[in-house]
């Protein structure tokens, strides 16, 4: 592993788009690296995007004009969604799919903490990451067995 790839890669993983579905397939395919050192780097790597996420809307919460922002695009949907306390299992599906940084966007706009909603999220990217490299390990030795 050379110093330029481990650069790529945490560039790629830490992407808000393609994150785990580009970083995966490269370090695997391209760069020829075990699956095991790819989710323990990978997945930390794309919940940046939810501590960044978290981050900056703390620093903007902090703005009286953002703050008034918040108040006049509130719902009765979003109400909904904060009583839900962020919904874990749907959370879980959908934060790998839109991005976590999409949906800890959200869920910050309904008032929802990341305490609250951190572990769904990050169980979401380890599925999905789990997934993609299981298909980067398995798929290319099907396809070898099919064309011969």
């Given at each position: 592993m050379s110093?330029?790839?481990a650069a790529a890669f945490a560039a790629l993983a830490v992407n808000?788009?393609?994150?785990l579905m580009i970083a995966i397939p490269v370090a695997m395919l391209k760069f020829h690296w075990s699956p095991w050192p790819v989710l323990a780097a990978g997945i930390p790597l794309a919940y940046v995007q939810v501590i960044a996420v978290d981050g900056?809307?703390?620093l903007l919460e902090k703005w009286p004009a953002f703050l008034r922002f918040l108040e006049r695009r509130r719902s009765p949907r979003l109400q909904r969604l904060v009583q839900s306390r962020g919904a874990f299992w749907s959370t879980v599906v959908v934060a790998p799919?839109?991005?976590p940084w999409l949906v800890m966007a959200l869920m910050r706009?309904?008032?929802v903490a990341q305490r609250t909603v951190?572990?769904?999220?990050f169980l979401g990217l380890v599925w999905n990451g789990s997934a993609i490299a299981a298909g980067c390990a398995l798929l290319p030795q099907l396809f070898a067995r099919f064309v011969r």
């Open positions: 110093g330029a790839e808000p788009l393609g994150g900056l809307w703390f799919l839109a991005g706009f309904a008032g951190g572990p769904p999220i």
